[in-house]
């Protein structure tokens, strides 16, 4: 599908730093000082906010700033069957940064069901106006990265071709579920072909029995089957991400090692690719766009930090990136998230705003 480049010219990753109100209420709620029905009157009311933010900045994609979750990720796969949380023995390891210790394993034959989002994605879309409300979901390979083997009941799934088809499954369902409440654009925001891109991750990969050029191979066909037949009017975006927590990171690599199978084979509509600094690589990888037929999102714009990027430099890597895939077929955007996690990266709730009106004022002047 080719998506109305016009639209989506000024793009937003997904989560927003949480403010305070939200703060405030998810300790009162852990205490037991507010119930759940209070809890979300107050999300409702942040969320509410966020959009109208978006909105005055001047996007016309909006998100509800990832308000009722913890994690980017966590917070989905909770929601599925077959999934639990577990606390882990340490977190996940970014550049001098951990996170929480939490990770998931699969217990049960894994299922979509009647998922808690589609009621949060039908609160965003009511109160969306005329702009277009994008749902943020963790890509499927998400779910088997991190853990792999071990983290999969061997009872419930000895073949894990059988794990594999059923999480392609999944996503299908997931995918016509959203669908069917209403959205019409769907972000899989995904750490792991980034992973896949970075010398240090893959021999972290290899030293674990996994072969990081299968799992890529792997990943690029559960994705395929999962939007296998989608309907034409619904976008589907990938963001690759290098991690985002604290404004830290984990992976580091341009995308050449990963670009022929994921740009050249997977059928996703848009891929935001993190562009904000010399650990992304060049945008050589870029060639192996499908002509015409999908977007590439550039995340020149880091929510790292609060300092403002020059708007000409921005174009003229807006400029560069337009030798290797057409201007047409390009958008930009942050090169991610400003809270992945709860805690959120360094930087203002006005600083955030001043990067996305950056956001919105260069691509009207580019396009």
């Given at each position: 599908?080719?998506?109305?480049?016009?639209?989506?010219?000024?793009e937003?990753?997904?989560?927003?730093?949480?403010?305070?109100?939200?703060?405030?209420?998810?300790?009162?709620?852990?205490?037991?000082?507010?119930?759940?029905?209070?809890?979300?009157r107050?999300?409702?009311?942040?969320?509410?906010?966020?959009?109208?933010?978006?909105?005055?900045?001047?996007?016309?994609?909006?998100t509800?700033?990832?308000?009722?979750?913890?994690?980017?990720?966590?917070?989905?796969?909770?929601?599925?069957?077959?999934?639990?949380?577990?606390?882990?023995?340490?977190?996940?390891?970014?550049?001098?940064?951990?996170?929480?210790?939490?990770?998931?394993?699969?217990?049960g034959?894994?299922?979509?069901?009647?998922?808690?989002?589609?009621?949060?994605?039908?609160?965003?879309?009511?109160?969306s106006?005329?702009?277009?409300?994008?749902?943020?979901?963790?890509?499927p390979?998400?779910?088997?990265?991190?853990?792999?083997?071990?983290?999969?009941?061997?009872?419930?799934?000895?073949?894990?071709?059988?794990?594999?088809?059923?999480?392609?499954?999944?996503?299908r369902?997931?995918?016509?579920?959203?669908?069917?409440?209403?959205?019409?654009?769907?972000?899989?925001?995904?750490?792991v072909?980034?992973?896949?891109?970075?010398?240090?991750q893959?021999?972290q990969?290899?030293?674990?029995?996994?072969?990081?050029?299968?799992?890529?191979?792997?990943?690029?066909?559960v994705?395929?089957?999962?939007?296998?037949?989608?309907?034409?009017?619904?976008?589907?975006?990938?963001?690759?991400?290098?991690?985002?927590?604290?404004?830290?990171?984990?992976?580091?690599?341009?995308?050449?090692?990963?670009?022929?199978?994921?740009?050249?084979?997977?059928?996703?509509?848009?891929?935001?690719?993190?562009?904000?600094?010399?650990?992304?690589?060049?945008?050589?990888?870029?060639?192996?766009?499908?002509?015409?037929?999908?977007?590439?999102?550039l995340?020149?714009?880091?929510?790292?930090?609060?300092?403002?990027?020059?708007?000409?430099?921005?174009?003229?890597?807006?400029?560069?990136?337009?030798?290797?895939?057409?201007?047409?077929?390009?958008?930009?955007?942050?090169?991610?998230?400003f809270?992945?996690?709860?805690?959120?990266?360094s930087?203002?709730?006005?600083?955030?705003?001043?990067?996305?009106?950056?956001?919105?004022?260069?691509?009207?002047d580019?396009?």
């Open positions: 599908m080719q998506r109305d480049s016009a639209q989506y010219r000024a937003v990753v997904g989560s927003f730093l949480r403010p305070a109100a939200i703060k405030q209420a998810r300790e009162q709620f852990q205490k037991g000082e507010i119930d759940a029905v209070a809890l979300r107050i999300e409702d009311e942040a969320i509410r906010d966020v959009v109208t933010h978006q909105r005055a900045c001047g996007l016309k994609v909006v509800d700033g990832e308000f009722r979750r913890a994690w980017w990720h966590f917070d989905f796969f909770d929601g599925l069957e077959g999934v639990e949380r577990y606390e882990s023995e340490q977190g996940i390891q970014f550049n001098g940064v951990q996170t929480k210790a939490h990770g998931i394993r699969v217990t034959k894994i299922a979509f069901g009647n998922h808690p989002m589609l009621e949060d994605f039908r609160y965003l879309k009511s109160i106006g005329d702009a277009v409300a994008k749902m943020t979901i963790p890509s390979s998400v779910m088997h990265f991190r853990g792999g083997r071990k983290a999969i009941d061997a009872n419930v799934y000895p073949d894990l071709n059988d794990y594999f088809d059923d999480l392609a499954t999944v996503y369902d997931a995918i016509s579920a959203f669908y069917a409440a209403g959205c019409r654009y769907l972000q899989l925001d995904d750490t072909w980034a992973y896949l891109c970075s010398e240090d893959k021999s990969i290899r030293e674990r029995g996994d072969d990081p050029e299968q799992l890529a191979r792997i990943y690029a066909q994705l395929n089957k999962a939007i296998e037949g989608k309907p034409d009017d619904l976008t589907i975006g990938l963001h690759v991400c290098r991690g985002n927590f604290r404004s830290t990171w984990i992976s580091e690599g341009g995308y050449e090692p990963v670009a022929e199978i994921l740009f050249g084979t997977v059928n996703i509509d848009a891929f935001f690719l993190e562009y904000d600094n010399e650990r992304s690589g060049g945008f050589e990888p870029l060639r192996f766009i499908k002509p015409g037929k999908q977007q590439v999102v995340g020149l714009i880091t929510t790292k930090n609060g300092e403002l990027e020059n708007p000409q430099t921005v174009k003229a890597r807006i400029a560069e990136a337009a030798q290797f895939v057409s201007l047409d077929q390009i958008c930009l955007s942050p090169q991610c998230g809270a992945s996690t709860e805690e959120g990266n930087l203002t709730e006005e600083q955030q705003w001043a990067k996305l009106r950056l956001v919105v004022d260069i691509a009207k580019v396009w």
